[in-house]
């Protein structure tokens, strides 16, 4: 017997917990046909439906790693150009001084850049847009997690490691390129 709560509610949690559509099992499980991927109308019922649901999240997870690869390969030409942008300033502030080799705020200015490299709205614009997708991507994969159906988690992990097999030496490339 299932113990009671004083208005009659059992509060076990040994057990599946009841949704609209059906049952979530709160364990790992290869279960078919009772795992709600991200909208009431995405439950793969047949095993075809799910092999295509393990094989569109092992893709997301790729995409995942292809734009994190991008991401850093992006970083570098960008501090890149943030130097030649500020050498050009430097340059035309040389140029109307012509008495003066180098300015007196040269050496903290370029001390500053290495640390805070200037706002380019169109570096800093997609460098939020893609991180506002990594994020969104990862939002995503905590909630099939949370499905606890273990072909979604293995899809994604398989995803993950294979799109950091093939993408990941441009990932790290770039943070050692500075």
């Not at 095993?47 to 292809?66: I, K, S």
């Not at 003066?100 to 040269?106: G, I, K, L």
């Not at 614009?125 to 995503?140: K, P, Y």
């Amino acid at each position: 017997m299932q113990a009671r709560d004083s208005d009659g509610m059992i509060m076990s949690m040994d057990g599946a917990m009841d949704l609209a559509s059906g049952d979530m099992l709160t364990y790992l499980h290869f279960t078919i046909g009772g795992d709600i991927l991200w909208f009431e109308g995405w439950v793969p019922q047949g095993p075809g439906a799910m092999f295509g649901a393990c094989v569109g999240l092992f893709l997301l997870a790729l995409v995942d790693r292809w734009i994190a690869a991008c991401r850093a390969m992006m970083e570098v030409h960008w501090a890149k150009r943030a130097q030649i942008a500020y050498a050009n300033k430097l340059n035309a502030n040389g140029d109307s001084e012509k008495k003066r080799t180098v300015p007196p705020s040269t050496v903290g200015n370029a001390l500053l850049l290495r640390r805070a490299p200037p706002f380019i709205p169109a570096h800093d614009i997609v460098r939020g847009i893609l991180h506002a997708g990594q994020a969104a991507f990862t939002f995503a994969f905590m909630l099939v997690v949370m499905t606890f159906q273990l072909g979604f988690i293995i899809s994604i992990i398989v995803g993950l490691g294979v799109g950091e097999t093939l993408f990941g030496r441009y990932a790290h490339a770039g943070t050692t390129l500075h």
